[in-house]
């Protein structure tokens, strides 16, 4: 999977996949990400890559010349499954978008800044608009990074354990069943006898349990 990250930021952006798992990924050659700043495809003076908006009001606004010979560029070179914009008005990301995004061979992540981007880029290029939650970040560098982390996990081989993701929380649309490691009693806390037992079906029955009780508990609407 080959993915392009559009920003006026990438400096915000790189420490993410500097480390752990991410990092494994690229190294490995399971992903390519590259990050292209924007104001590298202006021609403007001091590298202007915003303007007030048209109509008044507070808050710059990114223009289109620059993201569209970015984007032009890019879709010269290869086909492109999905140009994303990360966007608080976005559809809310969930693990089913991720899955489906994890299938794809190339995509554009676009973060917005300031105010977002002219409309034109939106109408023009953006195939799929996306918000990481209900809440208002200063650009949408940290929410690419956070889609890409949720893809790249899914990868085959990103992962050490194959199953790994496959019994994350929401894969089957529940929480994941608590965990426990070394030592088995601490301070007078034990963990529960059957995760000792060496009885893997009623392991498995027991996280099934728990699954339930604590989506019932803490997220019963992922129920519905
Ligand atoms: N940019 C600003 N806020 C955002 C959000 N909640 N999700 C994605 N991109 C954003």
Same mark, same amino acid.
């Given at each position: 999977?080959?993915i392009d990250i559009i920003t006026v930021l990438p400096e915000l952006l790189k420490s993410p996949f500097d480390a752990?798992?991410l ?10 990400v590259y990050f292209h700043n924007i104001r590298d ?6 590298n202007?890559v915003d ?11 990114l ?9 032009? @560029? ?12 990360m966007t608080?008005?976005?559809? %809310? ?16 992540i676009l973060c917005g800044h300031y @105010?977002g ?15 990481i939650?209900?809440?208002v970040l200063s650009g949408g560098e940290l929410g690419a990074a956070v889609l890409c982390d ?36 601490? @301070? ?30 803490? %997220? ?5």
């Amino acid at each position: 999977m080959r993915i392009d990250i559009i920003t006026v930021l990438p400096e915000l952006l790189k420490s993410p996949f500097d480390a752990s798992i991410l990092k494994r990924a690229i190294d490995k050659n399971l992903v390519e990400v590259y990050f292209h700043n924007i104001r590298d495809y202006t021609d403007k003076s001091y590298n202007q890559v915003d303007d007030y908006q048209f109509g008044g009001g507070a808050g710059m606004v990114l223009m289109i010349e620059p993201i569209d010979k970015c984007i032009t @560029k890019l879709t010269e070179q290869r086909d492109y499954d999905e140009i994303i914009y990360m966007t608080p008005d976005g559809k %809310r990301l969930n693990q089913k978008i991720s899955n489906s995004l994890s299938l794809l061979k190339n995509i554009i992540i676009l973060c917005g800044h300031y @105010k977002g981007v002219d409309q034109r880029v939106r109408d023009k290029f953006i195939t799929r608009e996306i918000s990481i939650g209900d809440y208002v970040l200063s650009g949408g560098e940290l929410g690419a990074a956070v889609l890409c982390d949720t893809i790249i996990r899914l990868l085959p081989g990103v992962l050490n354990d194959e199953t790994s993701a496959l019994t994350d929380s929401f894969q089957d649309g529940l929480l994941a069943p608590p965990v426990y490691t070394r030592p088995s009693e601490y @301070k007078g806390m034990k963990v529960p006898d059957v995760l000792l037992s060496g009885n893997f079906g009623k392991i498995e029955q027991w996280r099934e349990e728990q699954a339930h009780a604590r989506t019932e508990a803490l %997220r019963p609407d992922l129920l519905d």
